[in-house]
């Protein structure tokens, strides 16, 4: 029997998970991903640390499908342009990896997509060929699944939402260089940076005001304790995504919407939020899916990864 090793390379740690080919988690890794020590260094530990969970397990290395997340768009080839969080740029990951384990394939792919293939694979979208995860956590991260495969699109670039542009007043620059993307209002840091501008304009009471390093928790939390001020800006950025959420079932016609990220830690609370400004958009009501909260949490990406490893083992 075949197992296969979800890898998850992320900015601070390295994930990894082994599954039995049906996808029961055998068995979960962390390493630190030792950015400061350059790129040669970070795979040689991917490596030793594969290594070593095959040994523990006593897997035979050539049984084992590998994928691996990895953040930015990667390529048709498996080259990667750049990934802003790990200091890497114009590399090929899958490849690195493979030489340094007896040349094995190493299946790579977006770390939202990743996640997406996750949850559709164990979480909150099993049963569904149709769907998309979006994140919302330090940014908006997305990931759409259509009739079985994730969309990766000509530049690696394929479902990702957060920088549509939703909100031509927002006077600050986003990272891709754009005004008012998604990105910039519904991620954690989107919440915070609304709830800090709503709280300068006005001088009404609300328990947020003078919180010292304000977080996205905070505001939500007094929101739903009742506060007014911590409402209007949850609302405020919910509705922007809320809208874009109904433009694009309106591309993907999906079967569930899930929500991930640090802010679906807030449960039905955001959940039915979200829900309430999306259901408002579309005329076409066919189009409207349900949205449900993500359930693998940080562990999507080691099982999409894993997942996506079998998937492409089998294509070929
Ligand atoms: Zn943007």
Redesign the pocket.
Known sequence: MKYCIGIDLGGTTVKFGVFTYDGVLIQKKEIPTRKECGRDVIFDDIAAAVRKIVQENSLDLNNCLIGMGIAGPVEDTGRVEVSVNLGMSAYYPGIELSRLLDNIPVYVLNDANAAALGEMWKGGGRGHKNMILITLGTGVGSGVIIDGSVIHGTHGLGGEI??I?VNPDEPDL?????RG????IASATGIVKYADRFLSRSDQFSTIRGIKNLSAKDVIDAAKSGDYLAMYTVNYCMEFLGKAIADITYVIDPEIILIGGGISKAGDFIREIIYDHYKNYPKIKKTLAPIELAQLGGDAGIYGAAFFARESSTSV
């Open positions: 957060g920088h542009w986003c990272q891709c260089g754009g993307c998604l990105d910039q």
